[in-house]
């Protein structure tokens, strides 16, 4: 049997690098054209096309972010200056009245209207000639004549009554007096009488100079709520009956007759400047 020799492989050699040579795996890095444009250089001075310019304050501008104050009219009314010199606000003016007859008795009274503002001032005559019959020269039975006012009180009510006559139109000498709704009589006062000068001690006055006058004044405190009668007469007529009509009576018990002024008023009123 023959023998076979192998044969004897000779590996290849590995190829040689050339270090010169180009690697043709290796992607060529491009190549930078020195005559291509430059980037644009940046001027730090010039302003940015892209961006928006910011707004630019003028200075002499309105600033539409501030209101304006109001303009003040020179010419506008200036406010009411208050006078010093003018006189105080008057108090409020009494209300006057006049005496409507017959009003002799409790059932005819005249009503009178009190409130806590003003005082209330009636004129009214001591002369009742709504009888025919009597002749205005008859003085003495015209003295009979009685006027009786209504007025309405609360308990502890002051009221002050205070009666005026004109000297030398009137010659009444006056009586004044309070009666219950029942007729009894509560007050009266025929002459008034006060004293000036003199000191008041304890409610009592000292000295001064004692005063009296035909004009009638009184002051009547009311016991309870209810309806209370002013009544005005000629003195010495006291002691009628304010239920029955006075001119009932023959004979004369007054001895005057004339007009008058009446003030009812509540002793925080101002006076009514009549009386």
């Known amino acids: 049997m023959a023998t076979l020799n192998p044969m004897k492989m000779t590996a290849a050699d590995p190829p040689v690098t050339d270090p010169t040579a180009a690697d043709p795996t290796a992607a060529d890095p491009p190549v930078t054209d020195s005559t291509a444009a430059d980037p644009p250089v940046t001027d730090p001075t010039a302003a940015d096309s892209t961006a928006a310019d910011p707004p630019v304050t003028d200075p002499t501008a309105a600033d539409p972010t501030v209101t304006d104050p109001p303009v003040t009219d020179s010419t506008a009314a200036d406010p009411p200056v208050t006078d010093s010199t003018a006189a105080e606000p008057m108090a409020a003016e009494p209300m006057a009245l006049m005496e409507m007859e017959p009003n002799d008795t409790i059932l005819s009274a005249n009503e009178i209207q009190l409130d806590s503002s003003s005082p209330v001032v009636v004129f009214g005559e001591i002369q009742d000639d709504l009888d025919p019959l009597l002749s205005k020269n008859d003085v003495d039975l015209f003295a009979n004549d009685v006027d009786l006012f209504a007025v309405e009180l609360n308990k502890d009510d002051i009221l002050l009554a205070d009666i005026d006559t004109e000297t030398g139109v009137s010659s009444l000498n006056s009586v004044l007096s309070v009666f219950d709704i029942n007729g009894n009589l509560l007050a009266q006062n025929d002459d008034n009488f006060w004293v000036e000068g003199g000191v008041t001690v304890g409610g009592v006055t000292v000295g001064g100079d004692p005063r009296t ?58 006076e009514s400047g009549l009386i």
Request: negative net charge; glycine residues 6%.
């Open 213 to 270: 006058e035909n004009d009638s004044f009184q002051e009547f405190k009311a016991p309870e709520d209810g309806t209370y009668y002013i009544g005005v007469s000629s003195s010495p007529n006291l002691n009628y009956d304010p239920n029955d009509d006075p001119n009932d009576v023959d004979s004369p018990i007054g001895r005057s007759s004339g007009s008058y002024l009446l003030e009812l008023r509540f002793p925080d009123m101002t």
